[in-house]
């Protein structure tokens, strides 16, 4: 019966690891979507998200069969409940990839972006699926100096997303309203997406310390 | 014993309801702000959103000392999951009226809509308003009824979405870049919020139907 249950904790968790992998994937290939206006890609991306959906209720209705079976305590009862909100997450996580390749698609032929922001956001994309990659891996280490270290490149999104922004002013942007509208919304996008990837992080520090804390440098002092 | 487990089964949700209250009217207030230029409402609503997150922390930290203690199963079980998931959705909601609340204060003294939008706004807002006070009447309630008119008010929602983008077009616009950006951003963040609202109805029919299911004439056919 134990084993049993031990194996269901687990599967639990390495169905968690999946579905974060499969949405940074999805926000790698939604970037390169959009990037270079591939149509394809972006409907690939855009039915992909309903195997995330499927991973997501799948997690959920476990999560629940084995608090009803096992009734878990203490350290095990946290690990269920961490694992129910961050799929939860996820799933969001995944509708914003979702986002951005129904944005390559509505503006197909044309690439949605002007030349000049498709560097920044390139590295918005790439620091995103990393981001992402990166909680999949806290997910399955529990490692919490890395939860910490998301943290902090999650500041480096914040800047981007600044970076994007200045370039919005009036004075200095060419490209009309719907592409400026368009850059801010895939601007907000990768930075929802990136503060996601920090919250699981976050669940998984409160997974591990029992303590909410939003200040990474006591979460540091916490893990030492 | 077990009339402690209901009491303590009633504060969750009793506190789930307060919470979301509590959000409704801040996205009420935080409209006010936009649509008057208040710095000083503004500034209130920044500051109450803690007082939201100190709730969703409270009332997560009660929902799993319950499950630790009490060890519920079947329909009680899932009372506790979907309040979990519930206090996340609405955690972020009360985010999302922060942000609205920050534009406000970061236009201030100017107003960030134009004239022309104010109407359409104001009435997000109150529909945003509207439909957060419906997902906590489905809370107290569980009226699955309830819950799918609150899924065709998020059609509204929609609707009102797609009227400010199409003011956004090149044509018609005259406002700027920075007024276009704030515009695009603040309906998205009524849409997200009326999203929001009508997740939690989804997750209570979850509750009381055991069925995830996104087709709200299906819902109401298990409803009745």
Chains 1, 2 share one sequence.
Do not use: K
Not at 15 to 35: F, I, P, Q
Request: hydrophobic share 45%; net charge negative.
């Amino acid at each position: 019966m134990r084993e049993a249950y031990h194996e269901e904790l687990a599967a639990i968790s390495d169905g968690l690891v999946e579905m974060t992998r499969t949405v940074a994937s999805a926000m790698e290939r939604a970037t390169s979507a959009l990037l270079e206006a591939d149509l394809a890609l972006a409907n690939a991306v855009i039915g992909d998200d309903r195997s995330v959906d499927r991973l997501h209720h799948d997690l959920e209705d476990r999560a629940i069969a084995l608090l009803a079976r096992q009734q878990p305590v203490a350290t095990e009862l946290r690990i269920v409940v961490t694992a129910l909100r961050i799929s939860a997450e996820i799933e969001r996580s995944g509708d914003l990839a979702r986002h951005i390749a129904e944005l390559a698609r509505m503006r197909y032929p044309s690439c949605a972006l002007p030349t000049d922001l498709q560097a920044t956001i390139g590295d918005m994309g790439a620091l995103a699926q990393q981001l992402m990659s990166q909680a999949a891996d806290v997910i399955a280490s529990r490692n919490i100096e890395n939860a910490v270290c998301l943290e902090r490149a999650d500041d480096q999104m914040n800047q981007l997303h600044r970076a994007v922004f200045e370039q919005l002013r009036e004075s200095t942007w060419h490209h009309g309203i719907e592409s400026a509208v368009d850059v801010a919304l895939t601007a907000r996008y990768y930075e929802r997406f990136a503060d996601h990837a920090a919250s699981v992080a976050r669940r998984v520090v409160y997974l591990v310390t029992g303590r909410h804390n939003d200040q990474p440098s006591d979460l540091l002092a916490l893990a030492r």
